[in-house]
């Protein structure tokens, strides 16, 4: 069974940085493009960034809207996604979600989100 | 970048009734696009993927279609577990989600 597990949400200080984590169970974890997506309370999904399996690289992609200040990366030797977020705004106040998808995009699998809050 | 706009925004309906929900992309998207259901507190959930293709587990009925830029979900006999937001999403050209149809009942 495929499991997500997403931590180290909370409040930050605007300017601030945090390091979302996921941790991911139930499938060969360097097969698969990860994905983060952030929703504001009562707000759409925003896709934020993903980053690719073995066979392609682990490569990297990004929303414009945090290119620069949020960077993706893994762990594979622990199956480990991470994010981390610097010069945190105010807008950047969200549940954010880790996603598996089914090959390279259809998001099949989600976390059950960690909330940031941005405020001081 | 493509922007997805979903229709109507809040859509009331009756147990039983064939529901459909819409949702226009700004260019073609050449049926690169899933559907996604979010019930209250809970992660979004995929429902249907590339246009017409129903996951794993969804009751059937539920279905897509559409091609270029104007895409439809059809619930054709609502249930009350279907109370929630369903978002469109894309992913031909970037990665756009549509602002979401909160779906109710009547």
């Known amino acids: 069974e495929v499991k997500l597990l997403e931590s180290g949400g909370g409040l930050v200080q605007p300017g601030g940085s945090m390091r979302l984590s996921c941790a991911a169970s139930?499938?060969?974890?360097?097969?698969?493009?990860m994905y983060w997506i952030r929703q504001p309370a009562g707000k759409a999904p925003e896709w934020l960034g993903f980053i690719r399996n073995k066979a392609n690289g682990y490569t990297t992609e990004y929303n414009p809207s945090v290119k620069g200040r949020f960077t993706i990366s893994r762990d594979n030797t622990q199956n480990m996604l991470y994010l981390q977020m610097n010069t945190l705004r105010a807008e950047d106040t969200a549940t954010y979600y880790c996603?598996?998808?089914?090959?390279?995009?259809?998001?099949?699998?989600w976390g059950q989100g960690t909330l940031v809050t941005v405020s001081s | 970048d493509i922007q997805m706009t979903q229709s109507p925004p809040v859509l009331s309906a009756s147990v039983g009734d064939r529901v459909t929900l819409s949702c226009k992309a700004s260019?073609?998207?050449?049926?690169?696009l899933d559907w996604y259901q979010q019930k209250h507190g809970e992660a979004p959930k995929l429902l249907i993927y590339y246009t017409n293709n129903l996951q794993t587990g969804i009751p059937s009925r539920f279905s897509g279609s559409g091609s270029g830029t104007d895409y439809t979900l059809t619930i054709s006999s609502l249930q009350p577990e279907d109370v929630a937001t369903y978002y469109c999403?894309?992913?031909?050209?970037?990665?756009?989600f549509g602002g979401g149809t909160k779906l109710e009942l009547k």
């Open positions: 260019q073609n998207i050449n049926k690169n």
């Open positions: 999403y894309q992913y031909n050209s970037g990665w756009t």
């Open positions: 996603a598996r998808p089914l090959m390279y995009t259809t998001l099949a699998y």
């Open positions: 139930g499938f060969t974890f360097t097969d698969f493009y």
